[in-house]
């Protein structure tokens, strides 16, 4: 198989939007010869019905099609959300004209190739994209895991009755190296709610919503914020230690501002209310932008994570604040076939809590934000 396939097992999908019928099945013949999956599509808005149904990993399109243009094709593509993000758009056209050059990049596209076209430099160009898309999509992966092993180590340098307390504050070093560089915006809570770590991300977004003092529980900028997140964490704080479900949502409302701060509260695995305190982490706040986050596609989640669709819009409700009970009503399913769900992306995704989980969620969809 062509090592331009963006995956192992399947050949990459390439659509060539093109309506002069033996330019588009010679593009299509390479491509094929190539290793890809070649889709066709004679004009604009048959390329619209492609790839609502294929779901191309790259789309190469005339500019001068009847009926929608290129130019018109990409506009309605780039409308469409994060779904289409990573997919690269490359421009067809026989105009050399330098100013057609500059027009295409400004409508989004991420390439141009002149007709008549050199098909050592098409091929050449499509490999060069798809290997940008992998080298994106890697970078997910590894933000991923490094969050993954990050929350790992926490919960594995709790101290316990029996250990030092200066294990627990090693412990909390280790997780100020790794997590400062994380996207989502992260604070650790000892059992006394004091803030023990707040990331740079975390404390960049709760500039206008919140106090993130050392050694202080966080202060809301409004009281009954304030209240609100006290009784929040009271809750986290009852719930029995290892049941899974502790997960309190609630909104933090910022100055200058149209979007609300959201913040997520878990326990993290294996804090207990007999533990001893000290540095001990007990519990997370996980804080996301609204106004800079960009929604993971559901798409790319479940081809990170081998997820099943349903399971890729759990995994993304869950990071949107909804609880079981919401998703189940949202999805129009028993809770226990959320629960289900569930057991099965804790299992893919390695993760055990949905503290976890959505942190992963999370990171991704700040990665796709930055790219």
């Not at 002069?20 to 070649?38: F, H, M, Q």
């Not at 490094?146 to 412990?171: A, F, K, Y």
């Not at 809570?189 to 990331?199: E, M």
């Amino acid at each position: 198989m062509n090592d331009a396939a963006p995956n192992e097992a399947l050949p990459a999908r390439i659509l060539c939007a093109e309506d002069e019928t033996l330019l588009r099945r010679d593009i299509c013949d390479e491509l094929s010869e190539a290793g890809y999956v070649a889709i066709e599509a004679a004009h604009g808005d048959e390329a619209l019905e492609q790839i609502d149904t294929v779901h191309p990993d790259l789309i190469l399109c005339d500019i001068n099609m009847p009926g929608r243009n290129g130019y018109e094709l990409l506009a309605e593509i780039r409308e469409r959300g994060p779904e289409l993000a990573d997919t690269p758009f490359v421009f067809l056209t026989a105009l050399s004209d330098p100013r057609e050059v500059v027009d295409g990049k400004r409508a989004g596209a991420d390439d141009y190739l002149v007709k008549p076209v050199d098909f050592d430099l098409l091929l050449a160009t499509v490999e060069a994209r798809l290997r940008q898309v992998r080298r994106m999509r890697q970078k997910s992966e590894d933000e991923f895991a490094e969050l993954r092993q990050t929350l790992g180590e926490i919960g594995r340098g709790r101290n316990s009755p029996n250990q030092e307390d200066n294990h627990g504050r090693r412990s909390l070093e280790f997780a100020a190296r790794a997590l400062d560089p994380v996207a989502p915006g992260v604070v650790l809570l000892g059992h006394d709610n004091r803030v023990l770590l707040a990331n740079r991300a975390a404390r960049r977004m709760a500039s206008d919503a919140m106090t993130l003092d050392e050694g202080r529980p966080p202060e809301p900028a409004h009281a009954e914020d304030d209240r609100r997140l006290r009784e929040a964490l009271r809750r986290i704080h009852d719930e029995p230690s290892g049941s899974g479900e502790a997960i309190e949502c609630m909104r933090l409302p910022r100055n200058g501002h149209q979007r609300d701060l959201l913040a997520m509260i878990y326990p993290l695995a294996g804090a207990d209310g007999d533990a001893e305190e000290g540095d001990n982490p007990a519990a997370v706040i996980l804080l996301s932008d609204p106004e800079r986050r960009a929604r993971l596609p559901e798409d790319v989640l479940a081809r990170l994570f081998d997820l099943t669709p349903t399971e890729a819009r759990i995994a993304l409700a869950l990071a949107d604040g909804w609880r079981t009970a919401d998703i189940a009503r949202q999805l129009e399913v028993a809770s226990t076939t959320v629960t289900f769900h569930l057991r099965n992306l804790f299992q893919k995704t390695n993760t055990h809590r949905q503290a976890e989980l959505v942190a992963l969620v999370l990171a991704g969809s700040m990665t796709l934000a930055v790219e």
